[in-house]
Structures are given as C-alpha cells and as structure tokens.
C-alpha cells in the first residue's frame, strides 16, 4: 500500500494515520485549501486526504525552503504511494480566488498568507481558519481578524498542551538540539534565555534538564548585561520582539558585547541579527515570529501531531463541538 517511499516517509505516514485516528479526526466531503512544503509540511494535505476531505487544494511557492515545483513532485508522490488520487490539487506561485470560494476549511499557513480581505472576500459563510497553532502566537500581519469577526468567519487555535498531543513541551527537548548543534555542552554551562513568553519557559526547562549550572530568564538588558562575563551563551526566543537585537534602534548594544571578558555566544529560536555576525547561530536569516527551526527540525511527530490537531479543530468549529483543544478567536 506505501511503497517507493523512504523509510521517514513510511513511518511519517503512520505517524499521521495514529493522530487522526488518536483525535478523531473526519474531514469526509469537505474542501480543504492548505499547503504543502519541505521536509514534514510536505504531510499536511496529505493529512487532510488520509482524514477522507473530498478535496485538498494545496499551494506552494519558490522560496528559501525549495523550489516550487520540486516540493509538488514530493507531495504528489505520496498521494500516489496512498492511493488516494484525484483530490488532490497543487497551486504552484499562483493565487485562485475560487479556491477560496467552495473552501471549508482554510489553513492558516506560510504559502496562503496573509489571509486578507481581498481572499476572504471571497469565503462562503460556514467556513473556518484554524491557526494551527496556538491562539496567543497569533501575527495580527497573517490575518484580517477584524474581516473576519465582522463576515463571523471562526478563527481558532489549537492548545499544543493538549493531553492528547503534548506538543509544546517539544520546544525544551528543540532548544536542546539547536544549542548542542552550535557547540554547546549545557553540562556545566551558564545560560541566560531571552524571553518573557512560554518558549522561554520551555526552553530553560531543557537546558536545566541537560545539566546546565545556572539558567536565568529575563528581557532586562541591565541585567543580562551585568551577567555577560559569566555567560555561556544566550538563547534568544522573545517571539514578539521586532526590533533588530544589534544596530539602530537595536534591543542590545554590540559594544557591551565585544568587551566582554569572555566571548558570548548568541544561539536564536527568533529574533533578527545581522547575517555577518559570527557570534550567532544558526546563520541563516530570521525574525520575530519566525522560527530559526521548527519542531521538524527534531523529527516528524510532533509536527505531524501538531497539524493533525489543527485540523481536528477545524472540524470542531464546522459542528460547533467544544473542546480544550480549541482556543477561539473570532467566536
């Protein structure tokens, strides 16, 4: 039934099979507008075919994570291998308005936003947008939430402390492996985490768990700064925070850092450095909520999990259920 996939593939598919059926999922006659990408967001309208919607209308753009049609050949794939062909439709670097049109169930996904008025204009009266993920990391830029509680369109997120899926805990276990990657021992290491939201949190619980020596938490730069010379490195994961954390109108003053007794080291889960900055890892480029890595990055199931669940609260708003899972927005 699965055949001429990887073996990631192949366990990615039972991973997905295990959470519908964990969670209850059932999308049977329903229109999904979604996305497909790299790595394990490759699944996502897969997730939604395996869960019986009638139609899943994914679409994809060349970015930094791939080239477009490369992403759709690896998506196709898989709806081949699962034998569950001809409801699947792939946009590639184009926007439909009919999509949105016959659409139940619309994801708030990289490859569809924003989700603005000029989409949703479009949107019948039933449909619903899930966040796919959780209702506080909202980005105000990704949808006309005043739009939508004026068409009463239901946005809602999803708890990732569910008991069902526990996914947000992954954050400790993610800031774990990104700091390991950039050199760290965490044995022994003094750490400070920039940040005053659950990532924080999360994060400072991994590195406690590994054995760090002294973990402190904070967003005061007085403080951080009078603790500079002791410091290992810092863990910056503020997800609000837009401002650039070195140069003009910076969150931090780069001088403070190049006198430091010690080289700091910067490790980032959010936030916005300079590309040349030889101090920060990982190199590639980032922002305020945009994650340096997701929890992809650690394997397929909690990420599979995670959209699982998304979409599990998309059907509780088309049946007006309730559930801990849901966080409404717009209802």
């Not at 709806?79 to 016959?102: G, M």
């Amino acid at each position: 039934m699965v055949k001429n996939l990887t073996n990631t593939d192949k366990r990615s598919i039972r991973i997905a099979r295990q959470a519908i059926e964990k969670l209850g999922l059932n999308l049977e006659g329903k229109v999904v507008v979604t996305e497909t990408g790299s790595n394990f967001y490759k699944f996502t309208p897969i997730i939604a075919l395996l869960a019986g919607a009638k139609k899943v209308i994914a679409y994809v753009a060349d970015s930094n994570y791939g080239k477009a049609a490369d992403i759709s050949k690896g998506t196709k794939a898989l709806e081949a291998a699962l034998s569950v062909n001809n409801r699947l439709i792939i946009r590639e670097n184009t926007v439909n308005k009919n999509d949105f049109t016959e659409a139940d169930i619309i994801t708030n996904s990289g490859f569809l936003r924003p989700l603005d008025r000029k989409k949703l204009a479009n949107v019948g009266p039933n449909c619903v947008i899930p966040l796919m993920f959780e209702a506080w990391e909202l980005r105000q830029e990704d949808i006309d939430i005043e739009y939508c509680k004026k068409r009463r369109i239901k946005v809602a997120g999803t708890w990732e402390n569910h008991p069902l899926i526990n996914v947000f805990p992954g954050i400790r276990v993610l800031a774990v492996k990104i700091a390991l990657d950039a050199g760290y021992e965490l044995i022994g290491n003094n750490i400070a985490v920039w940040s005053d939201d659950h990532f924080g949190q999360e994060a400072a619980a991994g590195f406690r768990a590994m054995g760090a020596k002294e973990v402190f938490i904070t967003t005061d730069y007085v403080e951080l700064r009078e603790r500079l010379d002791r410091l290992d490195f810092i863990f910056v994961c503020d997800y609000d925070e837009d401002r650039p954390y070195f140069g003009t109108n910076s969150v931090w003053d780069i001088a403070d850092f190049s006198s430091a007794a010690i080289p700091v080291g910067i490790v980032k889960l959010y936030g916005h450095f300079p590309d040349d900055n030889q101090a920060v890892y990982p190199r590639h480029h980032t922002h305020a909520r945009q994650m340096s890595y997701t929890l992809g990055h650690l394997g397929p199931k909690l990420i599979l999990e995670l959209l699982t669940a998304g979409f599990r609260v998309a059907q509780h708003m088309l049946e007006g259920t309730t559930s801990r899972l849901v966080q409404p927005i717009t209802f």
